[in-house]
């Protein structure tokens, strides 16, 4: 005879920020990430300062930042979401693709992807960070 099965509680909503200044390339990353995860919640900032401000009352879990934007570039952001969350899987985004670039984001425990952004590189990272959260998670 089998166990009863015991409740679980439900997961918790995975919140995703979405840092760029282009609204194009913002509606492209959102738009795959609703096809890829439509139970996850996405909230987005055309730069450094609104991220910030977006992360202040409710951290996101996970971070992709476009590299080229005015201000603060996505990689002094990633920088400082490491400081604050050393956990959070974040991902550099940028048509620059240049080995200086991918070693800094790799300096910082980021993963870069190139632009245009493809719904295979983004699952790539997401299926990624999906598994660390998970980890994290667990007792």
Avoid at 37 to 42: A, F, G, Q, S, Y
Avoid at 107 to 126: H, M, N, Q, R, Y
Wanted: charged fraction near 20%.
């Amino acid at each position: 005879m089998s166990q009863p099965t015991t409740p679980q509680p439900p997961t918790a909503t995975v919140a995703v920020l979405v840092v760029d200044d282009s609204k194009l390339a913002r509606a492209v990353a959102v738009r795959l990430l609703r096809q890829l995860r439509p139970d996850w919640t996405v909230r987005e900032a055309a730069n450094a300062d609104e991220a910030l401000a977006a992360m202040a009352p409710a951290p996101a879990d996970i971070a992709l930042l476009d590299f080229n934007m005015p201000g603060k570039d996505g990689l002094a952001l990633a920088a400082e979401l490491r400081a604050e969350r050393p956990g959070m899987p974040i991902a550099v985004i940028s048509a620059n693709i240049q080995d200086e670039v991918i070693a800094r984001a790799r300096s910082i425990e980021a993963a870069f992807l190139p632009k245009p952004l493809t719904g295979d590189a983004l699952a790539g990272f997401l299926s990624g960070a999906a598994l660390r959260l998970r980890r994290s998670a667990a007792p």
